[in-house]
């Protein structure tokens, strides 16, 4: 029976990268210790190892061993807890981190720091498919990936591929002293054939079964016809198979899905100088623009994430009340944030991402370049200014009223987003005048009327005592049924004292139906 050992050429790349030691180096960063590191976490009334570092490795210990047989062979190990929690954490800070080379970026489910298994190691898989040009070539990219990591003191190895499969294998099990290899395309089968069959990611007792049986490499089972192969162990072992060559697509979920309008700019050294960050900003700004002008379409909200020479990355965000397209009106708002970026020891990539982007609406120009009509311009200017005083003073500073359908007036208003459009035009407004300004709530007031049902003459209101020159009302309210809490009636006047001041109070409660009759200040007139 002939068996197929070729390779369809692939239109995929994967990287995938593999830190064998992140949870103990990345503890001894912190830490800074010399001596042998060790993560313990209780296993069945003791204390287990959950990972060693390179130098507890060289010692003979190994994850898995308990405690207190480890502290006999090495009593200077230093040792601390394991937290599952953390090092999750912590990957995905480095996967957002990754971005840098794609914004297809996954997490290896069978990590140590996901799974909850012993070993400490973590693992990501990046689709760096149409990527590599970007970097000058598959080999200077995963090189640069590599080194950087190195860097910041992490041991990675790493392995690109046209499959995940064939990617994870090389990197786990393959990967050259210098810590990275990079396969052809269509080259996976003979990548991997020679590899032990744990590099086909399958159960540890699958793993254990087929060594028994004399087949320890991946191409013993690929030259095994299929039949009896699924016979015996199911269908994960041809499975595998095909993933890894490529004959079944092998999905990976990106942490985030990438943004359609995304523009990134690399830099061959470390910028730091505020000047030269606000230049590769209007290069990222001026780049998306003339593709947003060509989509007659403009930013709601962007993002521009930058990757600092640290291995940190920080974000600046922005949003606007309709869509802008305009490079000079966005820089000038972005701008502003600037001065608030720590770039740490320099930031050597920038990415702008359109996270809602929308289309945008024609206007009719003049002659001189400008908005047509006055009402144009107008709507322009105090959207600018709006898009100016949100992102300065933050999105809970600025608002505007909506109506609402409800007569009492602390009801009758809710806030919304500045940049909502309002519906005035179809609310009921009130058939008597009513105060700019209403107080956060309604102050109890001593107030003495010449007849239970006239406005006071006079009042004492926050200790200080006024006389009313003149009043009008009242302007009855009746409760809303609805609400239990609601069940007096409200009789407003609107009072004027000696010195011109306005007020608005009312009086709760009918003296008529035998209620106790108080007296409220919720307002002033203009």
């Known amino acids: 029976m002939a068996v197929l050992h070729e390779t369809a050429p692939h239109s995929r790349r994967i990287l995938s990268l593999w830190l064998p030691r992140f949870a103990t180096e990345r503890r001894g960063i912190e830490a800074q210790e010399d001596r042998p590191l060790a993560l313990t976490r209780a296993e069945r009334g003791r204390l287990v190892l959950t990972a060693v570092d390179a130098k507890a490795t060289a010692l003979g210990l190994e994850p898995g061993m308990a405690l207190a047989d480890a502290r006999a062979m090495e009593p200077e190990l230093a040792v601390a807890d394991w937290s599952m929690e953390e090092d999750g954490t912590l990957l995905r800070d480095l996967a957002r981190w990754c971005v840098r ?38 080999e200077a990219m995963i090189a640069d990936l590599v080194n950087r990591l190195a860097g910041l003191g992490l041991t990675a190895h790493a392995a690109l591929a046209g499959t995940p499969g064939t990617a994870w294998a090389i990197s786990h099990l393959a990967a050259p002293a210098k810590g990275w290899c990079v396969v052809p395309d269509g080259r996976e089968h003979a990548a991997i054939r020679d590899l032990p069959t744990v590099a086909l990611r399958l159960p540890a007792a699958d793993v254990e079964a087929l060594e028994r049986m004399g087949l320890r490499t991946a191409g013993h089972l690929m030259d095994l016809p299929r039949g009896p192969l699924t016979a015996r162990f199911g269908v994960e072992p041809g499975r595998r198979i095909d993933q890894a060559l490529g004959r079944i697509r092998e999905p990976i979920t990106p942490l985030a899905p990438p943004a359609p309008h995304r523009v990134r700019f690399g830099l061959p050294e470390p910028i730091a100088d505020r000047q030269d960050l606000a230049h590769g900003v209007r290069r990222l700004l001026a780049r998306m623009c003339t593709r947003l002008e060509q989509e007659r379409a403009g930013f709601r909200r962007l993002r521009i994430d930058f990757f600092r020479a640290d291995g940190t990355t920080r974000s600046l965000s922005l949003s606007t009340g309709r869509p802008v397209r305009d490079p000079d009106t966005l820089f000038r708002l972005i701008d502003e944030k600037l001065d608030h970026l720590d770039p740490g020891f320099g930031v050597d990539v920038m990415v702008l991402e359109g996270e809602v982007v929308e ?64 519906h005035w ?18 102050e109890p007031v001593e107030a003495i009327a010449l007849l239970p049902d006239h406005p006071p003459a006079k009042f004492r209101w926050r200790g200080v005592d006024y006389r009313v020159a003149r009043a009008a009302g009242p302007e009855r309210l009746a409760p809303e049924w609805w609400r239990p809490e609601d069940s007096h009636t409200r009789d407003y006047f609107r009072v004027e004292d000696g010195e011109g001041r306005r007020f608005w109070l009312y009086r709760e409660g009918l003296i008529e139906r035998g209620q106790a009759a108080s007296w409220m200040m919720h307002g002033l007139m203009a």
């Open 359 to 422: 289309t945008t609406v024609t206007h009719q120009r003049d002659l001189a370049g400008g908005m047509a009509g006055a009402t144009g311009r107008d709507d322009e200017a105090v959207s600018t200014l709006l898009d100016r005083l949100t992102n300065r003073l933050g999105p809970t500073s600025v608002h505007r009223s909506l109506p609402v359908e409800s007569h009492l007036p602390e009801r009758a208003e809710a806030r919304a987003p500045a940049h909502r459009p309002t």
């Open 101 to 138: 080379y794609t914004p297809l970026v996954s997490l290896d489910p069978s990590s140590s720091c996901l799974s909850g298994t012993i070993g400490g190691d973590a693992g990501l898989w990046l689709d760096v498919t149409g990527c590599a040009h970007l970097f000058g070539g598959e």
């Open 425 to 442: 035009k179809t609310a009921r407004m009130p058939s008597v005048p009513r105060p700019i300004r209403l107080l956060p709530r309604p």
